[in-house]
């Protein structure tokens, strides 16, 4: 959502028939009406995972050339229409190598940009390969030089974490707690436990006990949204937890259902509403949600897996859609408001 109230979306192309694992393609959508219509803006050839995000009066994506590529950052100086090209360390390509994300938050705290990263070059399998990062630089520096940036040590997976069942963490989001601290909140493989990672305050290094350092989060083994809310002093956390129809499905799959969530303190969250369910998980599926507050109203795009008319999605994973959801007064939603669930 932009300074000037235009609002922009964006999503890639995957699949067997696309470019993402050489040069991965994204397109922006536009909407001049709060999210009524939305019209294409333009497209990036160069660009997996990122989020959009608006900066001093420029707008920016974060994410890698294409599937585990290089890290690199786009920018618009003209409202998303045209966009800057990554051809070396100072015009937006910031690490070379393997690396992953995904759209998850940007944080701005004492003077500096926060975002979670991982780089690919754990064991060779999804999940262990990802080693998270969180990434920072001055609010006034250039987002395109890498120079600029400072990413702070990698976490190595131990196998022994939790007697050896907690083994995944990624798609982390930087969050500052209460006390001032950036905490990196990590998706990991246990459906109702994110993994809280610690920031040191210099941005230069990263550290998780996994003995203390969760939170109990349903839905924690998909992809996370969490942001601060200064209106209702609580986060909000967006998440696909494991509340009916998994149909037998490893908690992994299952992305039926869009809750919402919040939090006093990022360690123990409650459910306010289920916003969106459909009972077959099999091919139907709200993920990777990314929202923004504007007023009262909460706003989400998700990757949705839904009817088409065509056979419908592949599998819920493999979307077929980019969903716009406006959902009222959400600070007052309770279970009662939303999908009720047989």
């Known amino acids: 959502m932009l300074s000037n109230g235009v609002y922009l979306a964006k999503?890639?192309?995957?699949?067997?028939?696309?470019?993402?694992?050489?040069?991965?393609i994204t397109r922006v959508f536009r909407?001049?009406?709060?999210?009524?219509?939305?019209?294409?803006?333009?497209?990036?050839?160069?660009?997996?995972?990122?989020?959009?995000?608006?900066?001093?009066?420029?707008?920016?994506?974060?994410?890698?050339?294409?599937h585990n590529g290089p890290l690199v950052v786009y920018k618009s100086t003209d409202g998303g229409t045209t966009w800057s090209t990554p051809r070396d360390d100072k015009s937006g390509l910031i690490r070379p190598?393997?690396?992953?994300?995904?759209?998850?938050?940007?944080?701005?705290?004492?003077?500096?940009?926060?975002?979670?990263?991982?780089?690919?070059?754990?064991p060779d399998c999804w999940g262990p390969m990802y080693r998270?990062?969180?990434?920072?630089?001055?609010?006034?520096?250039?987002?395109l030089d890498a120079s600029q940036w400072t990413i702070t040590n990698t976490i190595e997976r131990d196998g022994g974490w939790l007697g050896g069942t907690f083994w995944c963490v990624l798609e982390g989001n930087a969050v500052l707690d209460r006390a001032g601290v950036i905490r990196n909140m990590l998706r990991?493989?246990?459906?109702?436990?994110?993994?809280v990672a610690t920031v040191s305050r210099?941005?230069?290094?990263?550290?998780?006990?996994?003995?203390?350092?969760?939170?109990?989060?349903?839905?924690?083994?998909?992809?996370?949204?969490i942001r601060w809310d200064g209106k209702a002093q609580l986060y909000w956390a967006l998440s696909n937890p494991s509340l009916s129809g998994d149909d037998g499905q490893l908690p992994t799959t299952v992305r039926n259902t869009l809750a919402l969530y919040s939090s006093p303190d990022l360690r123990e969250w409650t459910l306010c509403c289920v916003l969106?369910?459909?009972?077959?998980?099999?091919?139907?599926?709200?993920q990777y949600p990314d929202f923004v507050i504007e007023?009262?109203?909460?706003?989400?795009?998700?990757?949705?897996?839904?009817?088409?008319?065509?056979?419908?999605?592949h599998r819920a994973h493999d979307a077929n859609y980019l969903t716009f959801h406006r959902f009222r007064n959400f600070r007052r939603l309770t279970p009662a408001d939303g999908v009720q669930l047989k």
């Open 295 to 313: 007023g009262d109203d909460l706003l989400v795009a998700s990757r949705t897996a839904f009817d088409d008319g065509l056979g419908g999605a």
């Open 31 to 66: 909407s001049t009406d709060r999210g009524q219509t939305w019209s294409p803006l333009s497209t990036i050839d160069g660009l997996f995972w990122s989020n959009i995000f608006e900066h001093r009066g420029n707008v920016y994506m974060i994410g890698t050339h294409h």
């Open 97 to 122: 190598g393997k690396w992953h994300t995904a759209p998850v938050p940007v944080v701005v705290h004492d003077g500096r940009l926060w975002r979670a990263m991982e780089d690919g070059d754990g």
């Open 188 to 195: 990991s493989n246990l459906d109702d436990t994110a993994a």
């Open 11 to 24: 999503h890639d192309e995957f699949g067997p028939t696309s470019t993402e694992h050489t040069s991965a």
């Open 276 to 286: 969106l369910h459909h009972p077959d998980s099999q091919k139907h599926a709200f």
């Open 202 to 225: 210099d941005g230069q290094s990263l550290a998780i006990d996994p003995t203390f350092d969760r939170a109990s989060l349903p839905g924690s083994s998909k992809k996370l949204l």
């Open 132 to 143: 998270p990062h969180v990434l920072s630089i001055p609010v006034t520096g250039d987002l």
